[in-house]
């Protein structure tokens, strides 16, 4: 699950929640995974749905997380995000064939 926010600094970031089954707790979990950046500092037009993509794929890839793992996506429903074409989803059903996508107004409502 990932959600975009602006800080008091007006930095915008894109925070990144993990939600998995934990074995040895028998629960679902849901875990801070990453904070990032939704566009580059020298760059205001790089927040797009390929540098989000990319921040987000890389970060699995620094962990070594097989995208076969990933099953399901859940974000705001804003364009970039949820967009039928070129969007972070549209990009994930290419490299997660099946992948589950959840859209809410808010990603808050995940986690009720």
Known sequence: ?????TDIGTIKTSCVVARFYDESSEIIESVFWQLHNVYDTDNPSSASAEHLYNGLISTLNEYE???????GFGSDGCNVMMGQHNSVVSRLR???PGIKHLQKKCVCIFFM
Do not use: A
């Open 65 to 71: 997380i097989p995208l076969t793992n990933i099953i």
């Open 1 to 5: 699950m990932t959600d975009e926010s």
């Open 94 to 96: 290419e490299s997660c």
